[in-house]
Every structure is written in structure tokens, then in C-alpha cells.
């Protein structure tokens, strides 16, 4: 048994070498795109695609359950786009608050009749409504049964869509007023390669708006909140930017993602039973064109044009953390015949095996690595010495990190104001790996636990508590 032990303690330390050089090569590849991001981001500027008559249309779609407190901020975000050609289509999901009539109040809708543009199957259709107010004419409200599936709403939005490129939200979000012109660059600069683009996300908790547009980005005030802001910041400086330039990118945010509308209606739409549809669509859309043969490229932004409610309780975070890892295991599950499959390009041979060994495997990594340490502790003696110069130079090198990923998104965005904000976003760094990371370690593990034993679980309630207008 002791042989078995130090066995396993070999392969953790190797296990936790690698990863941490993937990390830091993560982490340079990350801060080589974001140069590069930045010297070439001009290609089309902002105010020539404001003006031009020949944009590419969007199609923003947007699922909404019992989302009364955020629903007309939400709107009011989404209609104040810098873009010239685009549509709102909000998929009202079967709410059973309030949702549906303040949307007919606050923007004055009548039924109409409404031709599909595409017959993705889903869910019986009430009605299509759009506003009498000539103000609200990018407006467009489906209202549909709920099956208890965002994925189901997500294909009637885009059933009734009418541009080839689409944008799928989160209702609860507020973009950034230039979202659609930053997203659909991409789309513009390699229009036969591009299919699809996403950006940061970052929290509104404790943020100002006004008018659906924010004023003033501020650090949460909430102790739960501040530490997810920590991790999108890490997640989407590092992780993301890194896997997109080496176009390895498996999840495009179901926050915020832009679609070419014909990959997703080739494959099908949304996949109803898949807790992470954003994961599921972007890696079948890749095995659908790995089959073709087809060119294809997934960019990701290293732009902050999404601000979404985190929790800010235990419970309900955990809900969310649980539906994401088993999302994951789910996904990777489904599609494991992808995997080290060289018919399916880096797909197959870099994401998937980089998603099952350092996305998936570390919860599972750090648990057995527990699980060792008390072993040694009680039947074999545990080297204390040894453990605290590992534990020490894990530490440091993880929160080294994390503080480069604010100093980056600091130098550039400058999202937090003033000492105060900045003090507290560093000590939160420190105390992290005490505090938010065993939750999350604790997360992912239920969700495992929840798949492999077929366990259902609910997604969970989330009060919103709304966004704080600003008296600007």
C-alpha cells in the first residue's frame, strides 16, 4: 500500500508540473494576443461600420423565465447598440411572473403575424408581437411555452430571426453600447472563416447604469461576488485568449456569442438536454466542420462588453457551478469519440485533451492529492516540510498570476476607480485558495457526481435584485 501511495504521489507531481507549465504558456500566449489585439484593432474602425449602409444584420436573441426585475433594463441595453442594422428578438420562455406584461406595457405590443426563417423544432409558439411605437421597431417578442430548455427558446429566437448573423444573450445582461460593432469584426475581416466570436464577461453586482448603458464599473460588494469577478477576470485574460489563438476554443459564453446563423441551423440548433448548450453547439459545429473538411476559425476578444448578475449566495452559486461541471462532463461524455482522433484536427487532438486532463481531471487531481496527504499523515509519516514548500510555491505562483491578469486588465480598461477598489481586488487574491476555491473544487465534484449517477438536478432559482441606476 505504501508503494501504491508514493506511487500516486509521483504522478501528482508530475501531474502538477505540467500544469503549471501549461499554465504559464497560457499565460503568454494570452498577453501575445492581446498585443496583437490591440496593434490590429483598428482594421475596421468603429465609426465606418456606424455609418456604412452595408453592415452585416444581427439578430440579438435573447431567452427570457421570470426575468421581470432586468427585463426592460435589459432592452433598453440592447437598444442603445452603436450598429446600424440589427434586430432584439426576446423569447419570452413561459415566464410565470410578470415578464410578459411589462413588456407589453413598457413597449407597447400587438400580435402579429410573424413568417419563421428557418423549422428548428421546439416548443408550442403563443404568438410573435412587436411595438406600435415606431421607436421600439427593432423590437421583436416571441412567446412560447416553457419545457424547462434555454436551449428550446434559443432555437424559436432564432427560427424567427431574419439576419445571418445571430448574437445569443443572457437576458439578465447589459452590453457594452459597441458590443455588436467589437463582435462582428471578426465576421468582417475572414467572412469565409469566421464562425463564431465572444468577449469577456464581467459582473454588474454593485455597478451603475443608466438607460441600460453603464456608467461606472465597480468591484461587487458582495464577498461571493468579488471572488467570481477575480475568476472571469483570470478565465477569460488567460484560458480564453490563449485556446483562441490556437483556435482551440470549445466554449464560445452563453452570455454573449456570435453566431454564423447557417453552422448552427447545419447542425440542428440547440440540443435540447444539454445543461452546457453554449459548450455542446460550439464543439458539434466543430465536428460538423472537421467532417467537411471545412476551414473554420473561433475568435474570442480580450474586451469587456458584458456585464451579467453573479450569486451572491452560497446556495445558489453552487447550483450554477454544479450545472456548469456537469455540463462539461456531459459534453466531453457525448462527444468522446473526438477525442486524440486526428480526423477531428486540433479539436481532437488539442481541446478535447486539454479540457478532459486540465478542465475536467483537476477537481477529481486535487481530491486524490488529498486524499494521499491524510494517508500519509495517519499510516506513514508525512514529510511537513516537504508539503509546506509545495503548497508555498503553488500558492504564489497561481496568485502571481491572477494579479498579472488584473494588472493587464487594469492597465487597459482602468474598470476599477480609485485605492480602495484596488486593495480590496488584491487582498481578495490572497485569501482565494482558502475560501472561494475549495467551493469550487466542492462544485465541480457534486456535478460529476450528479452525471456519471444520472442524478437530476435543477437549475435553481436566482433572485436578481435588479441594477443600480445611476443619478448621473
Same mark, same amino acid.
Given at each position: ?376 499523515? /495517519? /499510516? ?7 508539503? /509546506? ?11 502571481? /498570476? ?71
Amino acid at each position: 500500500m505504501e508503494t501504491l501511495v508514493k506511487q500516486i504521489e509521483v504522478g501528482l507531481a508530475i501531474y502538477a508540473l505540467i500544469y503549471l507549465a501549461l499554465y504559464l504558456i497560457q499565460a503568454l500566449l494570452s498577453i501575445a494576443a492581446i498585443n496583437k489585439y490591440f496593434l490590429y484593432n483598428d482594421f475596421f474602425h468603429k465609426s465606418i461600420l456606424i455609418r456604412s449602409n452595408n453592415s452585416r444584420g444581427i439578430s440579438i436573441i435573447a431567452p427570457a423565465y421570470n426575468e421581470g426585475k432586468t427585463i426592460v433594463s435589459n432592452i433598453l441595453s440592447l437598444l442603445s447598440q452603436e450598429y446600424p442594422k440589427y434586430e432584439i428578438v426576446i423569447v419570452n420562455d413561459g415566464s410565470s411572473d410578470n415578464t410578459m406584461e411589462q413588456l407589453i406595457e413598457k413597449f407597447e405590443l400587438i400580435k402579429i403575424d410573424h413568417e419563421t426563417n428557418s423549422d428548428i423544432p421546439t416548443a408550442a409558439i403563443f404568438g410573435y408581437y412587436r411595438s406600435k411605437n415606431p421607436i421600439y421597431y427593432k423590437l421583436l417578442v416571441v412567446d412560447k411555452a416553457n419545457i424547462r430548455s434555454k436551449s428550446d427558446a434559443l432555437n424559436a429566437g432564432i427560427n424567427a430571426s431574419k439576419y445571418d448573423l445571430i448574437v445569443c444573450v443572457d437576458v439578465d445582461c447589459i452590453l457594452r453600447n459597441d458590443s455588436l460593432a467589437t463582435l462582428v469584426k471578426p465576421f468582417l475581416k475572414e467572412p469565409d472563416k469566421v464562425i463564431a466570436t465572444g468577449a469577456a464577461i464581467r459582473l454588474s453586482n454593485s455597478s451603475e447604469f443608466k438607460h441600460g448603458t453603464i456608467v461606472t464599473s465597480k468591484y461587487p460588494k458582495n464577498w461571493l461576488a468579488r471572488f467570481q469577478e477575480l475568476e472571469y477576470i483570470r478565465s477569460f485574460r488567460y484560458g480564453r485568449m490563449a485556446l483562441s489563438k490556437l483556435n482551440g476554443l470549445l466554449l464560445v459564453s452563453g452570455a454573449l456569442g456570435m453566431f454564423d446563423k447557417k453552422r448552427v441551423i447545419e447542425v440542428g440548433g440547440y440540443h435540447i438536454g444539454f445543461l452546457g448548450e453554449d459548450l455542446e453547439l460550439i464543439t458539434r459545429i466543430r465536428k460538423h466542420l472537421h467532417e467537411k473538411k471545412t476551414k473554420f476559425k473561433i475568435v474570442y476578444l480580450p474586451e469587456s462588453l458584458c456585464w451579467t448578475e453573479g450569486p451572491t449566495d452560497i446556495k445558489t452559486f453552487i447550483n450554477q457551478r454544479v450545472r456548469w461541471a456537469r455540463g462539461l462532463a456531459q459534453n466531453l461524455y457525448h462527444h468522446r469519440d473526438m477525442f486524440f482522433n486526428p480526423k477531428y484536427g486540433r479539436t481532437g487532438l488539442l481541446a478535447f485533451p486539454y479540457f478532459l486532463l486540465f478542465e475536467f481531471a483537476l477537481p477529481i487531481i486535487e481530491l486524490l492529492g488529498l486524499l494521499v496527504i491524510l494517508a500519509d499523515l /495517519f /499510516f506513514f509519516g508525512l514529510d511537513v516540510y516537504f508539503l /509546506f514548500l509545495v503548497s508555498l510555491t503553488t500558492y504564489l505562483v497561481f496568485t502571481t /498570476f491572477t494579479l498579472i491578469s488584473i494588472y493587464i486588465d487594469q492597465l487597459i480598461y482602468k474598470q476599477f476607480q480609485g485605492i480602495k477598489d484596488m486593495v480590496s481586488i488584491i487582498a481578495m487574491v490572497l485569501i482565494e485558495p482558502f475560501i472561494y476555491h475549495p467551493l469550487l473544487i466542492y462544485s465541480c465534484l457534486k456535478g460529476y457526481y450528479n452525471f456519471f449517477l444520472n442524478k437530476e438536478k435543477k437549475w435553481g432559482v436566482m433572485e436578481r435584485t435588479g441594477f443600480t441606476e445611476s443619478t448621473l
